[in-house]
Nanobody, 126 residues
């Protein structure tokens, strides 16, 4: 089992940047493919980005492609989401998730993930 804790959320003006972190503890960090999801008030949970166990393969939602970058640091047992050129529509609670899987796989479906963090709030003001 793995425990996930997000940090790095906050309030930022449109056009600004934030970097979210997802610290993992428990079993071996590189056993897990990981992803970021977000949920805004009154809206369904939305896929943001995913990364394979190796960190080589990544995938992004069209809404964040070119602005967000997902990465992982195996030595620190931490995954990151660098968010640039933020927009008010990026406002949401951001959660990280993990699942054991093949080394080169990543997952974009919410139901594929077994472990979740508690979330961190990101608010982008116009």
């Amino acid at each position: 089992q793995v425990q996930l804790v997000e940090s790095g959320g906050g309030l930022v003006q449109a056009g600004g940047s934030l970097r979210l972190s997802c610290a993992a503890s428990g079993r071996t960090f590189n056993s897990y493919a990981m992803g970021w999801f977000r949920q805004a008030p009154g809206k369904e949970r939305e896929f943001v980005a995913a990364i394979s166990r190796s960190g080589i393969y990544t995938y992004y939602a069209d809404s964040v492609k070119g602005r967000f970058t997902i990465s992982r640091d195996i030595a620190k047992n931490t995954m990151y989401l660098q968010m640039n050129s933020l927009k008010p529509e990026d406002t949401a609670v951001y959660c990280c998730a993990a699942v054991e899987g093949p080394r080169s796989s990543y997952y974009i479906d919410y139901g594929s993930y077994a472990y979740w963090g508690q979330g961190t709030q990101v608010t982008v003001s116009s």
